[in-house]
């Protein structure tokens, strides 16, 4: 995993902003939190993994429970796997095709939510990194991010290439909208890869062999 510190040696503190920012792995963004270069304001829906991350971070950082996307109502479809719900429903049929997949996608409820804009919240401002992870809602909390988006400088986006959720925008969507907003298209940071039933790779279901599902995709000013 590279290090922001490591490319930023000496910068001042830097306004992260991350949506969808449940623990697990090591964020790009940590290494500055270590050495007390940066501002995490986070959001995630879920109050038990709230407070973990306000115990994790400390007061220096602010989390809130808030969905963001358009601003509208919307469905949270809960899934066997936290990490796999979505403001889009599953798509078993296609997930089925591969192994591993629709296993952890399975539906277990749907639940009327709130969502939020980002740029109907008043604490954000002079954000220079975001990171955003949301399960197909990529596009729609960036659609209504443009202010925030107007002074950011680095974007790291998970982006599909299939339609795991049904009528979620896909990576081209994501890119396309980017671009408009004066962005640059720099890598991708690994791939999420399974293998088409009832063939498997080294007795691995999660091994795939050349079908990219899902990516984080980086952006970053246009230069």
């Not at 599902?213 to 000013?221: E, G």
């Amino acid at each position: 995993m590279w290090s922001l510190a490591d490319i930023l040696p000496g910068t001042a503190v830097i306004n992260v902003l991350d949506i969808g920012a449940a623990l697990g792995e090591r964020p790009p963004y940590q290494s500055l939190v270590e050495a007390g270069k940066a501002r995490v304001i986070g959001f995630e829906p879920d109050l038990k993994e709230i407070e973990r991350l306000r115990q994790a971070y400390g007061k220096s950082h602010r989390f809130f429970p808030f969905f963001v996307g358009d601003g509208q109502p919307a469905t949270f479809h809960e899934t066997n796997w936290p990490p796999t719900g979505s403001l889009f429903e599953p798509n078993t049929a296609l997930l089925e095709k591969f192994n591993n997949m629709a296993e952890l996608t399975q539906p277990v409820g749907q639940h009327p939510v709130a969502t939020k804009r980002i740029d109907d919240i008043e604490d954000i401002k002079d954000i220079d990194f975001i990171k955003i992870d949301v399960q197909g809602s990529e596009l729609a909390v960036l659609q209504n991010a443009l202010q925030a988006l107007s002074k950011t400088l680095l974007i790291q986006a998970e982006v599909e290439f299939v339609e795991l959720y049904k009528g979620q925008p896909l990576f081209a969507d994501l890119d396309i909208f980017l671009r408009g907003q004066g962005f640059q298209f720099h890598s991708f940071d690994g791939f999420g890869t399974r293998s088409f039933k009832p063939m498997i790779r080294n007795n691995d279901p999660n091994a795939g062999f050349r079908q990219f599902l899902w990516s984080d995709a980086l952006y970053v000013r246009d230069w």
